[in-house]
């Protein structure tokens, strides 16, 4: 093969990859847009919730001179306004529901993320050739498509707050019947016995603190419904997460 043929390749795959990364962009951002709007809806309701059951049996006129008008920009009132009876549980009900639903649109944002991993790969193998070569141009156009690449790789939704912080801040003390409900326990045979014993050790009363210890730390959910799971690792695992993309990212440049 001549180097012209090579060159010739070369350009198609390039041509290739810059429409794949064009096609990529506006669908990455509209995932990550949906996700946002599905987060900023999530929080209301849960907030909605934590509202709902600390206004239970508090006269309406009392209710609003509590809230606040101010509150009117945020919520329905009748979203809110007292009720006589309302579950203290439904805020971390609707965290459940939320994190189910937001983790589904993560995979959707991480389907795009990987396939820009894959192109970021691609595109290393061409400016190296490319440079060998001394194909100049070439090498400063693959390395602008590269910049933007990365840009995308570590786009993430916005999130202004987290969803293990509101459930902390309206968290009721629950007795052990009814964290229980609240959870999809792991019953698989493998851990039974552990299961087992992790229940048993339950206090009578969970505070938010008992909460986390067997939730995150203890794992009592099933591993494909590990939602609370889910909800109190998001910070730490997301981090982890970034870590590792700028290593490889460094490892690239490295190579290059």
């Not at 192109?119 to 001394?134: F, T, W």
């Not at 099933?222 to 609370?228: I, K, P």
């Not at 998001?234 to 290593?247: L, M, P």
Request: charged share 30%; glycine share 2%.
């Amino acid at each position: 093969m001549t180097t012209i043929t090579t060159i010739t390749t070369w350009n198609k795959r390039l041509k290739k990859v810059y429409r794949e990364v064009k096609e990529i962009e506006p669908l990455l951002t509209a995932a990550i847009k949906k996700y946002e709007d599905m987060y900023s809806r999530g929080l209301k309701k849960i907030m909605q919730a934590n509202l709902k059951e600390i206004m239970v049996g508090v006269p309406k006129e009392e209710a609003v001179e509590l809230l606040g008008p101010k509150l009117l920009d945020v919520f329905e009132w009748n979203d809110i306004l007292p009720v006589e009876k309302y579950s203290k549980f439904n805020a971390l009900i609707w965290a459940k529901r939320i994190q189910t639903e937001l983790d589904q649109q993560d995979e959707v944002i991480r389907y795009y993320r990987n396939r820009l991993w894959r192109i970021h790969s691609s595109l290393e193998k061409l400016e190296e050739a490319y440079r060998k070569s001394n194909e100049k141009k070439k090498v400063r156009k693959v390395y602008e498509l590269l910049h933007q690449v990365t840009y995308l790789i570590f786009l993430r939704p916005y999130r202004a707050s987290d969803i293990a912080n509101l459930i902390e801040m309206c968290f009721f003390t629950m007795t052990k019947n009814d964290f229980l409900s609240l959870l999809t326990i792991d019953h698989s045979k493998e851990r039974a016995e552990e299961v087992k014993s992790y229940i048993d050790s339950i206090p009578t009363k969970v505070d938010f603190n008992t909460f986390c210890q067997f939730v995150h730390d203890w794992v009592l959910e099933d591993e494909n419904s590990a939602v609370f799971f889910s909800i109190l690792s998001h910070i730490n695992v997301e981090a982890a997460v970034q870590r590792y993309e700028k290593y490889k990212l460094e490892q690239a440049k490295q190579k290059s």
